[in-house]
C-alpha cells in the first residue's frame, strides 16, 4: 500500500478493447450466474476452518445504490457500507477518505480521459464543424494544457496522457523512445495552437470580427457535451473556457452517462447535435498489448455506433491499425516499429485528445480485504468474488455501495456493458482463466495445462508454468478441424471440406481441461455438458449469418474480427475434455495466447430460453435487435421478459427439447434435457428470477424497484476458500535518481540509480528492463541506452555517459529519464534528473 502511496505523478501507471479479441465463445457469450444454496454463518474460532471453506469467503454480498460519493465516507464510518464500488476521481473526497481513521483505500490506475471530437461534415450547410479538419483537431493537442488538467482539474490525481497507448501499461515504456518524442512534439504551445486554428478556419470560410467566429453570417457555435457525475464537469468548463477565449461560442450542454450516450453514441454525426464530448475509458485488467488500440479508436472497425463508422482514417493509418489489429508481424522490432508509426498517424488524426490518464482510490472498512486490480480497482478486478473478505471473521454478510444498479437488462450474450452490472455478474460465473491483477497474465481457473504451438519466426514471450511454449516451422491445420457452421444441415463444416489443399495457422493451442469438468454443477443443480461450449459456438455463428433468425447486425463486427484469424478448433478427447484451437492471432505472452483461445461455458439449457424468444420476436438479446424488432431487449432477473421466458421454458420442457439436435443431439439426450428444465423450472419458482451461472456466489435476489441486489454463497463450489490468496499488495518498484548537477561537453559524467520496495532493495532478477533516455535543451533525444548493475551494491544500478555522448549535447538544461519494467507488476516505474550541459574550456 506505501508503494501506491509513494507514486509520483511522473510514475505513472477505457471500457477500451476490454477482451474484444476473447475467444468466441468467451467474447460473445460469456454467461455469467446465480444459484442456490443455504447461508450459514461460522465462527471464526472454529477449528480448520480455513481448510474445510469451500468457494466464497462472505456467506451474503448486499449491493445498494449510492449515486452520491460524497456521501460514502460516513456511510462507511458509521457501518451502513463496508465497501464503495466505484473509484474515487475527487481530490475532495479523497482526501475525506485519508484523514478517515476508519476507511482505508487502495489506487487503481486503469482510468483515463479525452476530449472526443465529431469528426463528420455536418449534412446542414448553415452548421459549422471545425473538428471535420484534420490540422484544427491536431493543433487542440497543443491548445489544452495537460499539465493544468492533471493538477487543477483531477488534484493530482492523474497524469497527463497525449498518445493512443495508455502511460501505465508495459507498451508504454516499451515505446519510450518514440512516445516521449511524440509527446514533446505535441506539448502544451497555445500561441502555436491557435496559429493553426485561426489559419483553418479562414481556409474553410469563417471569419472573425471583433474577437469572435463567424460562419455565414452567425456565430461559430460549439456544442460541447459535458459528463457531470465526476471531474469531467470541470474539464468541460476548462475546455469550454479556453474555446471561448479564442473566439467560439460555446453551448455547455450539461448531461449524465444515459442522456450524454444518447447524444454522442446513439446520434447520428452528421446531424450536428454535438461537436465535444468529455469521455473516459476504463480498462478493467492491465492490457499487456495495446496494438489493438489504433482500431478501436481510429477506424471503424473499432465499434458499430454511428460515430466510429464516420472515421475516414487515412489509407495509411487504417492499413497499419488493421495489420496490428490482426498482429501481422513476424518479428518483434516489426511489431515496434508497426507501432511507433502507427502513434505518429493517430496524433495526425487526433479523432480525440488523450488528456490524462487516472489514478482512482477504492475505499472500504479497516476490516475488509480484496484483491484489487491494478488497473480496475474493485469492480474491474476478476478475483474479487474469490478473495473479498472480513479480516476479523469468516463468513458473514458485507455491504457494497454502488453508484448504479440494475441499468440495463442482464443476459449472457448481449445484455448490460455496465461496469456495475458486469462487476456482480462477473461474481455469478467462473471463467476458464483469471488473469492476474498485477501483472495481467491469465493463470489458469479450470484448466489443468495448455500447450501452445507458434510459428517459429513469430517473437512470443513464456513466464509462468502453466502454458507451454513450443515452436515449429509449420503449423498444419488437420482436416478434421471445424471452421464454419452450415445453419440449415445443422452441422459444423471442416477444414477438409472447405479447404481441400489444406489451411496453416500461425499457432496452435491444445487446451486441457479439469478432469472433473462434467462433474461440475450449474447453480440450479444441473451438470456441466459438453454441450455448454459448444451452443455458444453455434450461437457466434448464428448470430452474425443474415440467413438465420438470431442474425443480429450488431455481432457482424465482432465476427468479421474473429474469423479475421480464427483457422478453426476441435475436440481431441473428451474424458479428460482436451480441445485444440488453431488461430492466426498472436499476443506478446503465450499466457494470453492460451487465455484468448480457451473456450467458455453457459448453461445450455438458459440459452435455449432466449433463443426460442428471439426466434418468436417477442425478445432479443441486443437493444440493437430489440429496437430495430420494436421487441423488448431480453432481461433474465426481472422486467416483462419473465412472463416470455416463462411460457417459452414451458414448452421446452413439454418437448425436451435439444437445441440444434443435428448437432447437439451427440451430446445431450432427452433425459439430460428432462433433468435441466426441471431444475430451471425450480430454480424460476425460489429465485423468481433466471440467472443461472456456476460463480462462488449466486443471484439470490434483484430489486429493481428498491435498488438492491443479493448474492449468496454457492456452497458446491469445488475450490478451497484460499485458492487465490496473497494478491494483496503489489510489488512496484520505486526509483531514486541521481547525478551530477553540473555536466561539461566532453567530459565523462556517471549517474546512479537506486531501485527499492518497501525501503528493501528490489530484486535484480524480477526487473525484465532498465532503459535511460537522455535529452538535450531542445528536447531531442540524443542517447538511448541500458543499465547496468552497481557491483557489489544490490538494487542500485549505474549509466556512464561517455565524453564523446556529452560534447553532443546543446548547452542548457538536459533530462535524463529512466524506465523500468518489473516481472512481478505490469505497472512501469519512471524517474527523471534535470541537468545543466556547460560549454567545455575548448570553447
Same mark, same amino acid.
Given at each position: 500500500?506505501?508503494? *501506491? ?141 495537460? =499539465? &493544468? ?25 516499451? *515505446? ?47 456544442? /460541447? ?6 471531474? @469531467? ?124 490518464? #487516472? ?72 471463467? !476458464? ?23 517459429? =519466426? ?5 513466464? /509462468? ?22 445453419? =440449415? ?55 452474425? =449469418?443474415?440467413?438465420?433468425? /438470431? ?76 429496437? #430495430? ?5 431480453? +432481461? ?18 413439454? #418437448? +425436451? ?9 451427440? &451430446? ?36 429493481? !424497484? ?6 449468496? @454463497? ?45 525501503? @528493501? ?62 516481472? *512481478? ?12 550541459? *556547460? ?5
Amino acid at each position: 500500500m506505501n508503494a *501506491l502511496k509513494k507514486l509520483k505523478r511522473h510514475s505513472r501507471l477505457h471500457l477500451s478493447t476490454i477482451m474484444l479479441m476473447i475467444f468466441a465463445a468467451a467474447a460473445c457469450i460469456a454467461a455469467a450466474g446465480s444459484g442456490s444454496a443455504e447461508q450459514r454463518q461460522e465462527s471464526p474460532d472454529s477449528p480448520g476452518m480455513i481448510e474445510n471453506r469451500r468457494g466464497a469467503w462472505l456467506d451474503e454480498i448486499v449491493f445498494v445504490q449510492q449515486p452520491d460519493p460524497g456521501q460514502m465516507v460516513n456511510q462507511i464510518e458509521r457501518g451502513a457500507i463496508d465497501l464503495y464500488a466505484s473509484g474515487i476521481t475527487n481530490p475532495v473526497i479523497h482526501r475525506r477518505i485519508l484523514e478517515s481513521p476508519r476507511v482505508q483505500h487502495t489506487i487503481s490506475y486503469g482510468a483515463s480521459v479525452e476530449l472526443t471530437m465529431n469528426t463528420a461534415e455536418f449534412s446542414d450547410p448553415q452548421q459549422f464543424n471545425p473538428f471535420h479538419c484534420r490540422e484544427i483537431r491536431q493543433a487542440m493537442n497543443r491548445l489544452l494544457d495537460r =499539465d &493544468y488538467i492533471a493538477d487543477e482539474v483531477f488534484g493530482g490525481l492523474a497524469s497527463p496522457r497525449y498518445l493512443p497507448i495508455s502511460t501505465v501499461f508495459p507498451d508504454y515504456a516499451r *515505446l519510450a523512445p518514440e512516445a516521449r518524442t511524440l509527446e514533446l512534439r505535441y506539448a502544451h504551445d497555445r500561441l502555436r495552437a491557435e496559429e493553426t486554428i485561426s489559419s483553418r478556419m479562414r481556409e474553410l470560410g469563417a471569419e472573425k470580427r471583433q474577437d469572435s467566429w463567424f460562419y455565414k453570417g452567425e456565430p461559430v457555435e460549439l456544442k /460541447l457535451l459535458i459528463r457531470t457525475e465526476d471531474a @469531467r464537469q470541470q474539464l468541460g468548463d476548462y475546455v469550454g473556457n479556453v474555446m471561448e477565449e479564442l473566439g467560439f461560442r460555446v453551448n455547455r450542454m450539461y448531461r449524465t452517462a444515459e442522456e450524454a450516450s444518447r447524444i454522442w453514441i446513439a446520434s447520428d454525426p452528421a446531424g450536428g447535435g454535438w461537436h465535444l464530448y468529455t469521455g473516459s475509458w476504463i480498462s478493467i485488467i492491465i492490457n499487456r498489448d495495446q496494438a489493438g488500440e489504433l482500431d478501436q479508436f481510429y477506424t471503424p472497425r473499432g465499434r458499430p455506433e454511428p460515430l466510429w463508422q464516420a472515421y475516414t482514417p487515412e489509407k495509411e493509418l487504417d492499413e497499419v491499425a488493421e495489420a496490428l489489429r490482426r498482429r501481422a508481424y513476424d518479428t518483434w522490432e516489426e511489431r515496434q516499429d508497426m507501432m511507433a508509426r502507427g502513434m505518429e498517424l493517430a496524433m495526425r488524426e487526433s479523432t480525440r485528445v488523450w488528456l490524462v490518464d #487516472q489514478q482512482s482510490a477504492w475505499a472500504y472498512a479497516g476490516n475488509v480485504e480484496f484483491a484489487a486490480d491494478l488497473a480496475g480497482g474493485f469492480s474491474g478486478s476478476a478475483l474479487w468474488p474469490y478473495t473479498l473478505r472480513f479480516t476479523d471473521r469468516q463468513g458473514g454478510r458485507m455491504t457494497i455501495g454502488v453508484p448504479s444498479l440494475l441499468t440495463e437488462p442482464w443476459n449472457p450474450v448481449a445484455g448490460t456493458n455496465w461496469i456495475f452490472d458486469r462487476m456482480i455478474t462477473r461474481s455469478l460465473h467462473d471463467p !476458464v482463466v483469471l488473469p492476474d491483477p498485477f501483472t495481467g497474465l491469465f493463470r489458469p481457473q479450470r484448466i489443468q495445462k495448455a500447450e501452445v504451438t507458434v510459428r517459429e =519466426d513469430i517473437p512470443v514471450q513464456k513466464t /509462468l508454468d502453466w502454458a507451454e511454449l513450443k515452436r515449429k516451422e509449420k503449423i498444419q491445420v488437420p482436416e478434421d478441424t471445424w471452421i464454419e457452421w452450415d445453419s =440449415d444441415k445443422e452441422r459444423f463444416i471442416t477444414i477438409g471440406e472447405k479447404f481441400p489443399d489444406g489451411v496453416e495457422a500461425r499457432t496452435r493451442t491444445r487446451v486441457v481441461f479439469e478432469e472433473k469438468f462434467k462433474q461440475r454443477l450449474w447453480h440450479d443443480g444441473s451438470s456441466a455438458s459438453l454441450a455448454d461450449i459448444i451452443l455458444p459456438w453455434i450461437m457466434l455463428f448464428e448470430r452474425a =449469418d443474415e440467413n438465420s433468425p /438470431l442474425f443480429d447486425r450488431s455481432a457482424v463486427p465482432i465476427f468479421q474480427s474473429f474469423t479475421a484469424h480464427f483457422r478453426g478448433w476441435r475436440i481431441i478427447s473428451e474424458e479428460p475434455l482436451e480441445i485444440e484451437i488453431y488461430s492466426d492471432q498472436i499476443f506478446p505472452d503465450v499466457e494470453w495466447i492460451a487465455g484468448n483461445r480457451a473456450p467458455g461455458a453457459s448453461a445450455w439449457h438458459l440459452l435455449v430460453l432466449g433463443i426460442l424468444a428471439e426466434r418468436e420476436g417477442t425478445l432479443a438479446f441486443s437493444s440493437d435487435k430489440a429496437d #430495430q424488432l420494436g421487441a423488448e431487449w431480453m +432481461n433474465l432477473v426481472s422486467g416483462p421478459s419473465l412472463p416470455v421466458l416463462d411460457r417459452h421454458l414451458q414448452r421446452a420442457k413439454a #418437448q +425436451n427439447y435439444i437445441p440444434y439436435e443435428g448437432k447437439l443431439g451427440q &451430446y445431450i439426450d432427452k433425459e439430460e434435457a428432462a433433468q435441466r428444465y426441471q431444475n430451471l423450472a425450480r430454480w424460476r419458482r425460489e429465485r423468481r428470477h433466471y440467472w443461472v451461472g456456476n460463480g462462488p456466489f449466486y443471484l439470490h435476489s434483484a430489486r429493481p !424497484v428498491e435498488n438492491i441486489v443479493v448474492l449468496r @454463497r454457492f456452497e458446491d463450489f469445488p475450490d478451497s476458500s484460499d485458492k487465490w490468496l496473497g494478491f494483496d499488495t503489489p510489488r512496484i518498484p520505486e526509483p531514486r535518481l541521481r547525478g551530477p548537477n553540473f555536466v561539461k561537453q566532453g567530459e565523462a559524467a556517471e549517474f546512479s540509480l537506486t531501485i527499492k520496495e518497501e525501503q @528493501r532493495p528490489y530484486p535484480a532478477n524480477e526487473l525484465a528492463a532498465i532503459d535511460f533516455l537522455v535529452f538535450d535543451s531542445a528536447d531531442e533525444l540524443k542517447i538511448k541506452d541500458e543499465a547496468r548493475p552497481r557491483e557489489g551494491k544490490n538494487g542500485e544500478w549505474l549509466f556512464t555517459l561517455s565524453g564523446e555522448q556529452t560534447a553532443e549535447l546543446a548547452t542548457g538544461a538536459a533530462r535524463m529519464e529512466v524506465a523500468i519494467n518489473s516481472r *512481478l507488476v505490469a505497472l512501469p516505474s519512471f524517474a527523471s534528473f534535470v541537468f545543466a550541459v *556547460l560549454p567545455s574550456e575548448d570553447k
